[in-house]
T-cell receptor, first 113, second 108 residues
């Protein structure tokens, strides 16, 4: 079974802090994704990566950056956290072949005070 | 981009069938997916359908695809209280393009 593990289920940080959200997958997937989920807005793609050291902007990359130094790990970085980044963050991974679905972690609920 | 559309809420009685509808945007989508999200959890893949199919059945789940109308539906037979969750349809783009989710409430 595919396992996507997000390092924290709940996280509370302060405005202006640099925040790291970590995601690890154990199935040698090429693709990894970060989404945020907000009530009434559904899931929105922040960044994705299709290979080590490769990254692509999604629909809402502003205020975020990512790092993919190893194939199994994809980090989301909030450079200077703001209250409007309070959200549920979901990581996903998939094989690169076209028909392969994405597998999700359990999410990190991040609160910025 | 354009939105994948779903109704926001559905309430059914235990034992009845549930039908969740979705309208997607890209007629060239090769795969369409249904995900389930239980409270406080991530998204769990329920099923997916390839665009050259018009129906797929998997135990209590039936997926119907109408490519002409870009309409996808998920039918859950004999709905149970454990089926209460948010259901997302998604189409394959460069990532996945999700609908906003349908909250299914199953009452005893």
């Amino acid at each position: 079974d595919v396992k996507v593990t997000q390092s924290s289920r709940y996280l509370v940080k302060r405005t202006g802090e640099k925040v790291f959200l970590e995601c690890v997958q154990d199935m040698d997937h090429e693709n990894m994704f970060w989404y945020r989920q907000d009530p009434g807005l559904g899931l929105r793609l922040i960044y994705f990566s299709y290979d080590v050291k490769m990254k692509e902007k999604g629909d809402i990359p502003e205020g975020y950056s990512v790092s993919r130094e190893k194939k199994e790990r994809f980090s989301l970085i909030l450079e200077s956290a703001s209250t409007n980044q309070t959200s549920m963050y979901l990581c996903a991974s998939s094989l690169i072949r076209d028909n392969q679905p994405q597998h999700f972690g359990d999410g990190t609920r991040l609160s910025i005070l | 981009g354009e939105d994948v559309e779903q109704s926001l809420f559905l309430s059914v009685r235990e034992g009845d069938s549930s039908v969740i509808n979705c309208t997607y945007t890209d007629s060239s989508s090769t795969y369409l997916y249904w995900y389930k999200q239980e409270p406080g959890a991530g998204l769990q893949l329920l099923t997916y359908i390839f665009s050259n199919m018009d129906m797929k059945q998997d135990q209590r789940l039936t997926v119907l695809l109408n490519k002409k109308d870009k309409h996808l539906s998920l039918r859950i037979a004999d709905t149970q209280t454990g089926d209460s969750a948010i259901y997302f349809c998604a189409e394959k783009g460069y990532a996945l393009n999700f609908g906003k989710g349908t909250s299914l409430l199953v009452t005893p």
